[in-house]
């Protein structure tokens, strides 16, 4: 404990000086001073500021009504507001007088346009197979009786032949039907088909072709009025009138086309492809070419007489 204490009282001697401050070099000279403790004033903290007691302030909500003096069970009675004097009440949905057929093929018509329909119920210049007969009938395959479609055009199948189709699995086969209807009215048309089978693609043919009708221009003689010539793919078809007593002097697809299309006294030639589909297609197409001498004389301004002048 003598020892502890000496030591203490030697270290108590000595003093411990500051390290000195830099400064300026002019106060180099002058004597060095200890630093001075730093005083808390020199530094203020902020004020603490007074929070103020916040009031509860009871806001305004919406009042609640509370019906103590209704008794629930007891029938309370509605008086609603007079109706106008041309109030009409609507009828339910069960009601009578119901639409008619008409009206209701009118309203698909204007909807969705004429599509297998036999007849036009807002003017409409079509010939397409009537959609009772397609229900009845079926494309899918049904073995029911097929009733045929009365509309007066008459059907020609001109080429049936079977197509295959390579898939991953191997061939699809199918068969292709070539079909020819016309009124012999001077109305004809040209369709083709795909199914399974032979009845069915013939049918699918038949409105292909009935979707496809053209008018042909015919004189008093039941022949063209002038000559014309189409092509279609590398098929070529030559067209020319003939006299009355001629008949019709063609060959292979071009005949039934003319036939079908009321054409009496003609002369057709096939140049080129002998493909069935395409000479019919490029007879459709001459057929097309061809226009009335009343509306050559119309287009020009002139009488008809002197067309020929």
């Known amino acids: 404990m003598a020892a502890s204490a000496s030591s203490l009282s030697t270290f108590s001697s000595l003093s411990i000086h500051n ?50 003096n209704i008794d629930p069970e007891e029938i309370s ?14 009828r339910s949905f069960d009601e009578g007088p119901f639409e008619t057929e008409d009206e209701i093929a009118k309203a698909y018509e204007e909807i969705y346009g004429p599509a297998y329909s036999g007849e036009t119920f807002l003017g409409n ?20 009786k097929r009733e045929k479609v009365k509309d007066g055009f008459d059907e020609r199948v001109v080429q049936v032949r079977r197509v295959t189709k390579v898939v991953k699995g191997g061939k699809q086969l199918h068969f292709r039907a070539v079909v020819v209807v016309g009124d012999k009215k001077g109305q004809v048309g040209v ?11 013939v049918q699918k043919s038949a409105v292909n072709a009935r979707r496809n ?18 092509d279609y793919g590398a098929a070529k078809v030559m067209l020319r009138p003939a006299s009355p007593g001629t008949g019709v002097i063609a060959g292979g697809v071009v005949r039934i086309v003319l036939e079908m299309a009321g054409v009496e006294n003609a002369l057709g030639k096939q140049l080129g492809s002998n493909n069935p589909l395409n000479n019919a297609r490029a007879t459709v197409v001459a057929v097309q070419k061809m226009r009335q001498f009343s509306e050559v004389a119309q287009e020009r301004g002139i009488p008809m007489e002197e067309l020929w002048k």
């Not at 200890?34 to 603490?48: D, E, N, V």
């Not at 009675?77 to 609507?90: G, L």
């Not at 009708?213 to 189409?230: E, Q």
């Open 125 to 144: 210049d079509i010939y397409v197979m009537d959609s009772k007969v397609k229900k009845t009938s079926g494309f899918r395959g049904s073995q029911g």
């Open 191 to 201: 369709g083709v088909g795909k199914a399974k089978e032979v009845a069915i693609a």
């Open 213 to 230: 009708v053209i008018t042909v221009p015919m004189t008093k003689y039941s022949t063209f009025p002038h000559r014309a010539d189409g």
């Open 19 to 68: 390290p000195p401050r830099l400064s300026h070099p002019s106060s180099i000279s002058h004597s060095l001073s200890p630093l001075k403790p730093l005083k808390f004033s020199q530094f203020p903290l902020p004020k603490p500021q007074k929070i103020s007691s916040i009031k509860a302030t009871s806001a305004k909500t919406d009042e609640t009504t509370y019906f103590d």
């Open 77 to 90: 009675s509605f008086n609603p507001p007079e109706r106008p004097e041309d109030f009409v009440p609507p």
